[in-house]
């Protein structure tokens, strides 16, 4: 059974910078796509970030200025992918899931808690 699991999630205040980690296990294969999603109680879950297993990157519009091309990345090797967070705002208060895609199929983190302060 594949289980993701996230850390580095927290508060820090607004310009603030948080990391996050995800590593999949029980799993044989290289996930697919690997990626960062977020709620909120009012808002459906959105996609923050996604990387393929070629390293090709997807972002959300709403963090475009504020992340690289580089923010989030993989290690293959370990099954783990990471989201480097700048330039924290408000707004991107939030549940942050990590989701793996592994053989077609979605897998899903428990979430982490990111809080920013103003």
């Known amino acids: 059974q594949v289980q993701l699991v996230e850390s580095g999630g927290g508060l820090v205040q607004a310009g603030g910078s948080l990391r996050l980690s995800c590593a999949a296990s029980?799993?044989?294969?290289?996930?697919?796509?690997m990626g960062w999603y977020r709620q909120t109680p009012r808002n459906q879950r959105e996609l923050v970030a996604s990387?393929?297993?070629?390293?090709?990157?997807?972002?959300?519009d709403s963090v475009k200025d504020r992340f690289t091309i580089s923010s989030i990345s993989r290690d293959n090797a370990k099954n783990t992918v990471f989201l480097q967070m700048n330039s924290l705002k408000p707004e991107d208060t939030a549940v942050y899931y990590c989701?793996?895609?592994?053989?077609?199929?979605?897998?899903w983190g428990r979430g982490t808690q990111v809080t920013v302060s103003s």
């Open positions: 029980g799993t044989i294969f290289r996930p697919n796509a």
């Open positions: 989701n793996a895609n592994i053989r077609w199929r979605d897998n």
């Open positions: 990387i393929t297993s070629g390293g090709t990157t997807n972002y959300a």
